[in-house]
């Protein structure tokens, strides 16, 4: 059974770190390329950031330079840094696995004074 789970989210200050961490289970990490989206109220679910096991990455041009996607296959373990976080990056983050149905619940991040 696959499963994703997100955590790390919360509340932090403009400029502000977080690192939010998506545990998966039931299926090879190694294989298959992970994303992260995110959603905020009244706007349409969005890409931010997608690997592979490879060197390619891709990142939305909202968050290049202040976001990094990775991953820790061992640990079935895919992560983001979020650095100087904006207000306007405030959504609910999503872990999603490429290609598939397979969602994470979310987990909420607010950028907020």
């Known amino acids: 059974q696959v499963r994703l789970v997100e955590s790390g989210g919360g509340l932090v200050q403009p400029g502000g770190s977080l690192r939010l961490s998506c545990a998966t289970s039931g299926f090879l990490l190694l294989v298959y390329r992970m994303g992260w989206y995110r959603q905020a109220p009244g706007k349409q679910r969005e890409l931010v950031a997608a690997d592979s096991s490879g060197d390619s990455t891709i990142y939305a041009d909202s968050v290049k330079g202040r976001f990094t996607i990775s991953r820790d296959n061992p640990k079935n373990t895919v992560y983001l840094q979020m650095n100087n976080l904006k207000p306007e990056d405030t959504a609910v983050y999503y872990c999603?696995?490429?290609?598939?149905?397979?969602w994470g619940q979310g987990t909420q991040v607010t950028v907020s004074s």
């Open positions: 999603h696995r490429m290609g598939s149905d397979y």
